[in-house]
């Protein structure tokens, strides 16, 4: 068995593995698209707070990480194998942009977690929530507000194409950092600007 820190880089190194195209047959039927230019929803940088714009991602693979800061399997099990997996899509020269979306129990937290994680944020509340929806991703914490016909809790990763729809569902919560292996990296239709 591979340790979970060493899983991401083998995935990488054997990038026939990255090439098959692994496509949801799920689909988002909300309206997560990008416009001509824009997704259609907004972004921040949770250092400055402001929001920022689609070209940030040009020549990148973009994805929703929806996760929060009190969940061990997100904190312990998963994001230290993102994080090597992160590191070594940037030296592979195939670099990924995650935006977080929160199921922290607040907005300060929520950002405090994407500036730890160095990812750009979907705001907390109204916006996090549609996605959360749209996606039918949400903590077990969350089953008050959401209900429970989800199709994953946290951790859980959602690949978009450059349209800005779902080319692939990584199951974290489900997989752990397997589920990683899933991305579909060689896919042009993940890479934004191409």
């Given at each position: 068995?591979?340790?979970?820190?060493?899983?991401?880089?083998?995935?990488?190194?054997?990038?026939?593995?990255?090439s098959?195209?692994?496509r949801?047959?799920?689909?988002?039927?909300?309206?997560t698209?990008?416009?001509?230019?824009?997704?259609?929803?907004?972004?921040?940088?949770?250092?400055?707070?402001?929001?920022?714009?689609?070209?940030?991602?040009?020549?990148?693979?973009?994805?929703?990480?929806?996760?929060?800061?009190?969940?061990?399997?997100?904190?312990?099990?998963f994001e230290?194998?993102?994080?090597?997996?992160?590191?070594?899509?940037e030296?592979?020269n195939?670099?990924?942009?995650?935006?977080?979306?929160?199921?922290?129990?607040?907005?300060?937290?929520?950002?405090?977690?994407?500036?730890?994680?160095?990812?750009?944020?979907?705001?907390?509340g109204?916006?996090?929530?549609?996605?959360?929806?749209?996606?039918?991703?949400?903590?077990?914490?969350?089953?008050?507000?959401?209900?429970?016909?989800?199709?994953?809790?946290?951790?859980?990763?959602v690949v978009?194409d450059?349209?800005?729809q779902?080319?692939?569902?990584?199951?974290?919560?489900?997989?752990?950092?397997?589920?990683?292996?899933?991305?579909?990296?060689?896919?042009?239709?993940?890479?934004?600007?191409?």
């Open positions: 068995m591979v340790h979970p820190l060493v899983l991401p880089m083998a995935l990488l190194a054997k990038s026939s593995m990255l098959q195209t692994s949801c047959a799920w689909r988002s039927s909300s309206s698209a990008l416009s001509s230019s824009k997704l259609s929803f907004p972004v921040m940088d949770p250092s400055s707070g402001k929001e920022i714009e689609e070209d940030l991602f040009q020549d990148k693979r973009v994805a929703l990480y929806f996760a929060a800061g009190w969940c061990p399997m997100c904190t312990r099990a230290p194998s993102l994080e090597t997996f992160r590191q070594a899509c030296e592979s195939k670099p990924v942009e995650f935006l977080y979306v929160s199921s922290d129990k607040d907005s300060d937290t929520a950002t405090q977690r994407a500036t730890e994680l160095n990812m750009k944020m979907v705001p907390f109204e916006t996090s929530a549609k996605l959360k929806k749209d996606y039918t991703i949400w903590a077990g914490s969350e089953a008050l507000q959401f209900g429970f016909g989800r199709r994953s809790g946290v951790p859980a990763i978009l450059k349209a800005g779902e080319l692939a569902f990584l199951p974290a919560e489900a997989q752990g950092p397997k589920a990683l292996s899933s991305w579909p990296m060689d896919d042009e239709m993940a890479i934004w600007g191409v």
